[in-house]
């Protein structure tokens, strides 16, 4: 048994956001329910929300490759509508994220499910659902890569992230780039 389930089903507004400066920041995803205001946040990892984002597309396609009728939407992504809102009071830490869809609804979950601590099981991990409208999650993913986008710059000789200071490249020998 889960230590707790949160169940968004809708959510009103779903998001993603990265709080501190490049290479020290906290990834978020955060959602509400109009009948419950205080938000749902729980701390993810860059590498989840990248994930994440590029499963939106791969599970847009076989909605589409499944439902030949049904487009995929397109959003214009409001940078001041995305942004994460206060209180940033993180539930839990997310060990694994992943999506799915409901073809009765329409409707496309995106499960958080908690870091199993040691010396606990899986199924004493907390659980976070969000249900959300393609739009939505369209909406999501998009700002994912432009919060991704936000931080260190990847060095394009090895692909390494690069500080603020610079970094050490081993393509070039060790010196400095």
Same mark, same amino acid.
């Given at each position: 048994?889960?230590r707790?389930? &949160?169940d968004l089903? #809708? ?10 400066q #490049?290479g020290?920041r906290v990834?978020? &995803?955060?959602?509400?329910?109009e009948?419950?205001p205080? #938000? ?9 929300l ?5 499963g939106?597309?791969t ?6 490759r ?14 001041? =509508?995305?942004t994460i809102?206060?209180p ?5 830490r997310?060990?694994?994220?992943g999506l799915g869809y ?6 496309i &979950?995106?499960l958080? $499910?908690?870091?199993?601590m040691e010396g606990?099981?899986p199924?004493e991990?907390a659980e976070? $659902?969000f249900w ?5 999650? $369209?909406?999501l993913?998009d700002?994912?890569?432009?919060v &991704?986008?936000r931080g260190r710059a990847v060095c394009?000789?090895?692909g390494?992230l ?9 393509? =070039?020998n060790?010196h400095?780039?």
């Open positions: 048994m889960p707790f389930e &949160i089903n #809708p959510v009103q507004h779903i998001t993603v956001d990265a709080i501190g #490049p020290a990834f978020y &995803i955060q959602g509400w329910r009948s419950d205080k #938000p749902v946040t729980i701390i993810i990892e860059k590498i989840q990248k994930a994440l984002a590029d939106v597309d599970l847009f396609a076989e909605i589409a499944k439902n030949p009728g049904q487009s995929t939407p397109v959003v214009q992504v409001e940078a001041e =509508k995305m809102t206060p940033v009071d993180p539930l839990f997310a060990g694994e994220l409901d073809v009765a609804t329409k409707l &979950i995106v958080a $499910r908690e870091v199993i606990n099981g199924e991990a976070a $659902r959300c409208t393609p739009a939505q999650l $369209r909406c993913a700002w994912g890569r432009q &991704i986008e394009p000789l090895c390494q690069v500080d603020p200071v610079g970094h050490f490249c081993p393509k =070039k060790g400095k780039h």
